[in-house]
């Protein structure tokens, strides 16, 4: 007892002012952080007059939920939805595959050409052929206007496979080691012992994935033409560039109830505008608690070695 009281930290009144000017420090720097995304919401859901006139700040006036059913009858906007969700779901997935598999494999001394294919690997990081090359690379092999632009080019990402790489060469050997003394072959060895045990690195590389998934738009921009094929981030992109002419054609669609309607759930171009953002923001915003609790593990124990 005496030896935990001895090792025991006493805190003096200065380590309880550091304390507490940490967390003050953190709660103002989380405040301006989560801030830009309140206010969208708050704005989402006020009187859409007022919101227009900028006078929502902190709290929302006369709250209404009429902006998101309208927004779900913006042109697209469902059929964006699923295209969103199916290309983050399907992307994620075959990254983790592909980075947990690699990043396994160049860890394997018996490897054929180990050296060279990891390094050919990580060069496509330094290089790339520039925008036209790689549009006509993808016009050739037939992806334009193909939902599968979204996923195969992204497959191979040699970040991850160097964070996965990392992750594996810091488990202990001994692990592959048992399974080969048990008859297990290489493919064995890793789906069944190995990547049970790379959650923390796979759900770091699941979230990377994930949210640049869901936030882009650029493929969508260069490569499809097709409007069953576009993206929220790209619907968003388009909606907040022409919110004025859908703010107007709204209006005109509701007819004689949008003339009898109030002024306060009238659409406006500051009300789509935010509306749609934060249809487009809050599912990603969603994704990172269910990964939190590995993030810092994965992220650490993947790029450090030892």
């Known amino acids: 007892m005496a030896t935990k009281t001895a090792n025991r930290h006493i805190r003096t009144k200065g380590d309880v ?9 953190f709660f103002i720097l989380a405040m301006i952080c989560a801030y830009p995304f309140y206010f969208l919401i708050i704005n989402s859901i006020s ?8 006078d929502v700040r902190l709290f929302p006036i006369d709250i209404h939920f009429s902006n998101y059913v309208q927004a ?9 939805a699923v295209v969103s969700l199916a290309r983050t779901a ?36 330094y290089f790339s052929a520039g925008l036209i090359p790689i549009f006509i690379i993808m016009k050739n092999l037939g992806l334009t206007n193909n939902f599968w632009v979204y996923v195969l080019p992204w497959i191979v990402q040699p970040f991850n496979i160097i964070l996965v790489k990392t992750f594996v060469e810091s488990m202990p050997k001994e692990l592959q080691e048992a399974g080969e003394l ?6 064995t060895i890793f789906f069944r012992i190995y990547l049970p045990n790379m959650t923390p690195i796979l759900a770091t590389v699941a979230i990377f ?5 869901w936030n882009s738009f650029q493929d969508t921009l260069i490569y499809i033409t097709d409007q069953k094929l576009y993206t929220l981030q790209y619907l968003l992109y388009i909606f907040i560039n022409q919110a004025a002419s859908l703010a107007q054609a709204a209006a ?14 009238q659409q406006t171009a500051s009300s789509i505008r935010t509306t749609v953002s934060v249809i487009v923001v809050l599912p990603i915003i969603f994704i990172y608690p269910l990964f939190q609790r590995f993030f810092v593990k994965g992220i650490m124990l993947g790029a ?3």
């Open 17 to 25: 002012a550091f304390s507490m000017g940490n967390y003050f420090i």
């Open 47 to 54: 009187a859409n007059d007022v919101a227009a006139l900028g």
């Open 72 to 80: 779900f009858k913006l042109p697209g906007l469902p059929l964006a």
């Open 90 to 125: 399907l992307a994620t997935t075959f990254v983790v595959l592909s980075s947990a598999l690699l990043g396994f494999m160049f860890t394997q001394d018996r490897m054929w050409g180990r050296v060279f294919w990891y390094r050919f690997t990580i060069i496509t990081m």
């Open 182 to 187: 048990d008859g297990a072959g290489i493919l």
């Open 209 to 213: 994935t994930a949210v640049a998934q």
């Open 252 to 265: 005109n669609a509701g007819g004689n109830v949008g003339q009898l309607a109030n002024a306060a759930t």
């Open 304 to 306: 450090v070695k030892g």
